[in-house]
């Protein structure tokens, strides 16, 4: 099993209510229902005030590494991706559990 995470920190200028923003968080909604390889999915806005802290958090489980290529490159989380891509930047810890 593989465990992705990815941070997201919102770009100058770009709050979590702006549009795009509550676009690229709708986007995450439901992706878990049209990409089977993912066994689990978690998504939402940080609440911690701390410094250090990123915006928004994603928290996923797929099986392995071909189920994780096929997550990366499936047409609703590669439009989704982009969305975020726009807005802000981003980590990404894959670890095997």
């Known amino acids: ?11 100058e200028g770009i709050s979590k209510d ?5 676009a690229a ?11 089977p390889e993912l066994l689990e999915w978690q998504h939402g806005w940080n609440v911690s005030p ?3 802290a990123y915006d928004y958090a994603l928290n996923s489980l797929v ?3 071909n ?5 990366a490159t499936h047409p609703d989380h590669v439009a989704a991706a982009h969305q975020w891509r726009e807005i802000a930047t981003l980590v990404v ?3 095997e559990v």
């Open 1 to 11: 099993m593989i465990r992705h995470l990815v941070l997201f920190k919102l770009n």
């Open 18 to 22: 702006d549009e795009r923003a509550l």
């Open 25 to 35: 968080h709708k986007a995450f909604e439901g992706l878990d229902q049209q990409i």
């Open 50 to 52: 701390r410094e250090v």
């Open 63 to 65: 099986a392995d590494q």
């Open 67 to 71: 189920a994780l290529q096929a997550y």
């Open 93 to 95: 810890a894959d670890f």
